[in-house]
């Protein structure tokens, strides 16, 4: 049953990711925005948080570890996209857009990490 869970739950963080990429996308196509991939960045950032928390929880035992597998790995797993992270910065990268890659690349590494620090502090006090 888990992993009938896991497979739901991982197609569900993919068509979210989907819907608020192609979302932010629009919007931003509509203001004029620049070509920056805010999307995979806000869903990066957000699902790292995510993660923290959860994992926070776990460690605290307010979530069992069949629920850590289904949202974490299985939600999250399908909502984040490390991939796509990556080839988007090649992609500023081969445009010479060397700020924009340096920040998207490194920022998002750098960010992500402390926001699963941030998410994983709050779960575990929780």
Same mark, same amino acid.
């Given at each position: 049953?888990?992993?009938?869970?896991?497979?739901?739950?991982?197609?569900?963080?993919?068509? $979210?990711?989907?819907? +608020? /990429?192609?979302?932010?996308?629009? @919007?931003?196509?509509?203001?004029?925005?620049?070509?920056?991939?805010?999307?995979?960045?806000?869903?990066?950032?957000?699902?790292?948080?995510?993660?923290?928390?959860?994992?926070?929880?776990? @460690?605290? =035992?307010?979530? /069992?570890?069949?629920?850590? +597998?289904?949202? *974490?790995? *299985?939600?999250?797993?399908?909502?984040?996209?490390?991939?796509? $992270?990556?080839?988007?910065?090649?992609? +500023? !990268?081969?445009?010479?857009?060397w700020a924009a890659a340096?920040?998207?690349?490194?920022? =998002?590494?750098?960010?992500?990490?402390?926001?699963?620090?941030?998410?994983?502090?709050?779960? !575990?006090?929780?």
């Amino acid at each position: 049953m888990t992993v009938l869970l896991l497979a739901l739950a991982g197609g569900l963080g993919a068509v $979210a990711r989907f819907v +608020l /990429d192609g979302t932010v996308t629009a @919007a931003r196509a509509r203001r004029g925005g620049a070509a920056h991939p805010v999307g995979t960045t806000l869903i990066n950032l957000s699902g790292s948080f995510l993660l923290g928390l959860l994992a926070g929880l776990a @460690a605290g =035992q307010v979530l /069992d570890a069949p629920g850590l +597998l289904v949202l *974490g790995t *299985g939600f999250l797993g399908g909502y984040t996209t490390f991939s796509t $992270a990556a080839y988007e910065t090649v992609r +500023l !990268a081969e445009g010479r857009r060397w700020a924009a890659a340096l920040v998207h690349g490194l920022g =998002q590494a750098v960010v992500a990490t402390a926001l699963a620090a941030l998410g994983y502090l709050l779960g !575990a006090a929780a």
